[in-house]
């Protein structure tokens, strides 16, 4: 059977990017596949984070998985830092990896461009990741494009330790979705829409309110024709846009285009924004009802302990095959 994990920041509100990138595979997968999801806290302190807001956020995270539709009967849904394997073979996974390889990632370039200091975690975190994956010998990532690079990684460290040490983990495939893989800023096409860009006119909450996701949408760029038609490379910003139509209404990139033939941006802005409202609108209603509950409290702690007994698993035959003493 296919093992899964993936994991999400809790640095900020998840946008619709992360939902058409990652979570609307995840709640696929749950039904054919055994699936972990995580929500990575430890990754969200690479950037500074208020503590009270981390706490919070990591909170939303979880219920935005349950009212997006993973099941709790069916998917493991954990918090990284309680499952302390997860740091601990992300220091193994640090010693394993070079700094040059390190370096040559390029969303530690992208991350810090333009900053006065980063943190020495934003630079490592890749190890910490590939340890998230290689605890669970998952076989398969649904990711967005932006996280490419990072599984290659993985893969790298996986065979270094199976050729050093002995086979021990899943070399694992990456998914990702051809169409929304990657979902463009509104403000800017050329770059990914991202929860932590501090211009929440550049992305698309899924906690947005109908008439903030009509005014985004209304706002977002475009290019100075009229015509609504997929071209990535020459009308990245319109065909951005008509990625969110396609995955959020089910219909085919054609059928859009066929249906706005000779009407204009005006008019396929104002559906799309209804399209997205449809869309959101009964994930934040079942969101509404999670987020303060005791029950998700629960399902974190059970997910935990889950996590744990598997990710346990591993690191016990990592400790022992590299040479760390037993514990009494
Ligand atoms: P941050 O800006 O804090 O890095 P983020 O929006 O990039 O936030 P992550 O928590 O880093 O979100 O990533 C969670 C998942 O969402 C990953 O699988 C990632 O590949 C996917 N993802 C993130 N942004 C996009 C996007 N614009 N399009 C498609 N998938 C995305
Ligand atoms: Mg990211």
Redesign the pocket.
Known sequence: MRRIL?G??P??RL?I??Y???IKQFVALQHEAECFFMI?DYHALTVPQEPEALRQQTLQVAAMYYAAGIDPQKATVFVQSHVPAHTELGWVMQCLAHFGELGRMTQFKDKSAGKESVSAGLFTYPTLQAADILLYQATHVP?????KQHLELTRDLAERFNKRFGETFVLPEPLIQKV????MSLDDPTK?????NPNPNSYISLLDEPDVIRKKIKRAVTDSETEVRYDPEKKAAISNLMTIYALCSGLSLEAIEERYRGKGYGVFKADLAEVVVETLTPIQERYRELVESAALREHLAEGAERAAQVANRTLEAVREKIGLLPRG
Not at 143 to 147: I, L, P, R, S
Not at 192 to 196: A, E, F, G, Q
């Open positions: 993936s999400i920041q640095s900020g946008t990017g992360n058409l990138g990652a990575a990711v967005g494009e932006d996280q929304g893989g990657r979902i990914k829409m991202s929860k932590s």
